[in-house]
Structures are given as structure tokens and as C-alpha cells.
Nanobody
């Protein structure tokens, strides 16, 4: 069974940092591009970051550029999102995502979704 399980969400104050983790199982993790999306209350799901299957290329949505870093460890079957300088606007449920091509993630084509982990940033 394919699973993407997120962890690391929580509540922080503006300016703080948080690291999200996603554990993948049930598929060939090293051959999949991975990414993060988020959805704030009352808003559509938004692209946050993506990383190619080998980790050589990363992509970020404009609101998080310079503040978030996506990384992966294929040996551990993990993908991470290091979030720094957090803003109240970052408050959302964050979802881990996987697809066979990073280009698909960039246009919101996702094969596998995690269930999400909530992040709340206080003013």
C-alpha cells in the first residue's frame, strides 16, 4: 500500500522555524519527484516546493522562496521541508506529494498524496 505520512507540524510564532518530514512507502521512492503543497482555510491548495528524484533540482512557489528549503534522503525514503522566518500567511495544512516527474508537480499533477500536517503561525 502506498503511503505518504507527514509529521512535524505544529504551532509557532512569526519568525520561528519548523521542519516537516514525509515518509514514503509502498513505491520506488528514489524514482519519484516529491513535493509539498499547502491549503489554508477557505483557500485552494497551493504549490509550495518540489524536488527532482535525484535531489539535483528544487523548485519553490513565490511566497516561500528564500525561506523554505526542500530536501530528500532516498536511503531513508524521506523528504523534508525546512521552514524558516515563518509568517502568519504560512498557516495551512501542509501535504506531501509524489509523482513520476517533477514537471507534473509544478502543474499540480500529483499521483500520491499524504494526509497532511497542520502548521499554525501566530502573529
Amino acid at each position: 500500500q502506498v503511503q505518504l505520512v507527514e509529521s512535524g507540524g505544529g504551532s509557532v510564532q512569526a519568525g520561528g522555524s519548523l521542519r516537516l518530514s514525509c515518509a514514503g512507502s509502498g513505491f520506488t521512492f528514489s524514482l519519484f519527484a516529491m513535493g509539498w503543497f499547502r491549503q489554508a482555510p477557505g483557500k485552494e491548495r497551493e504549490f509550495v516546493a518540489a524536488i527532482s528524484w535525484g535531489g539535483g533540482s528544487t523548485y519553490y512557489g513565490d511566497p516561500v522562496k528564500g525561506r523554505f528549503i526542500i530536501s530528500r534522503d532516498n536511503d531513508r525514503r524521506m523528504v523534508y521541508l525546512q521552514m524558516s522566518s515563518l509568517k502568519p500567511e504560512d498557516t495551512a495544512v501542509y501535504y506531501c506529494a509524489g509523482d513520476g516527474a517533477v514537471a507534473d508537480l509544478l502543474v499540480n499533477r500529483v499521483r500520491y498524496w499524504g494526509k497532511g500536517t497542520p502548521v499554525t503561525v501566530s502573529p
